[in-house]
């Protein structure tokens, strides 16, 4: 039982346009929201999130948005640049004292941005 | 900056033997974790220690046993290495485990295969 799923394995855009990686989930008790991105032989990295009660949150060329009725979540990314091609992960945290920290991921996307 | 350090990067075993895969942070961080990566199903949480002195089970425990041995290392033991447990394996690492947004910190990953 996938209770985060990414649909799209792969994901292909040119440099300069826009970048965006879907996310859906099913356990309504996560409450908070994080992509990873992942280089080939290296572990992931954070790189932004959002809290359940906000819908938008933005860290330079990348923004998260969360519609909480729909439990979809997606990363956008503008512009794209080679250097973004990488494996992204979606990963959800639920409430509660020891469940901090303790995440469940979403399977992957594979960005490739072309020069 | 060494952050997560993971020792072996690769191993091969066969069906059977056991090894123990190493993880060392030196970010003072107080909670510890050891996940896998399979092709198709994200990461997968094996076993979790939140702070020095214990440990829990993730979602996928079976085939498994960890020691915290101090607040710098968690270790991931394979008594019987079955072809299953052919992964890669990621240690990390956050601060304190009780916030949800808690950052993860991951080592570079260990590379099992068990033929």
């Known amino acids: 039982d996938q209770q985060v799923k990414q649909n799209s394995p792969s994901l292909s855009v040119q440099e300069g346009r826009i970048s965006i990686l879907n996310c859906d989930y099913t356990?309504?008790?996560?409450?908070?929201f994080l992509w990873y991105k992942k280089y080939p032989a290296e572990g992931p990295t954070f790189l932004i999130s959002?809290?359940?009660?906000?819908d938008k949150n933005e860290d330079g060329r990348f923004t998260v948005f969360l519609n909480k009725s729909a439990k979809h979540l997606s990363l956008h990314i503008v512009p794209s640049q080679p250097g973004d091609s990488a494996v992204y992960f979606c990963?959800?945290?639920?409430?509660?004292?020891?469940?901090?920290?303790?995440?469940?991921f979403g399977q992957g996307t594979i960005l490739t941005v072309h020069p | 900056n060494a952050g997560v350090t993971q020792t072996p990067k690769f191993q091969v075993l066969k069906t059977g033997q056991s090894m123990t895969l190493q993880c060392a942070q030196d970010?003072?961080?107080?909670?510890m974790y050891w996940y896998r990566q399979d092709p198709g199903m994200g990461l997968r949480l094996i076993y979790y220690s939140a702070s020095e002195g214990t440990t829990d089970k993730g979602e996928v425990p079976n085939g498994y046993n960890v020691s915290r041995l101090n607040k710098r290392e968690f270790s991931l033991r394979l008594e019987s290495a079955a072809p299953s447990q052919t992964s890669v394996y990621f240690c990390?690492?956050?601060?304190?485990?009780?916030?949800?947004?808690?950052?993860?910190?991951f080592g570079s990953g260990t590379q099992l295969s068990v033929l």
């Open positions: 990963a959800a945290s639920g409430t509660g004292g020891t469940s901090y920290g303790k995440l469940t």
């Open positions: 959002i809290s359940s009660i906000k």
């Open positions: 990390a690492s956050s601060e304190s485990g009780q916030s949800n947004n808690e950052k993860l910190f």
């Open positions: 970010m003072n961080h107080n909670s």
């Open positions: 356990n309504s008790m996560f409450d908070y």
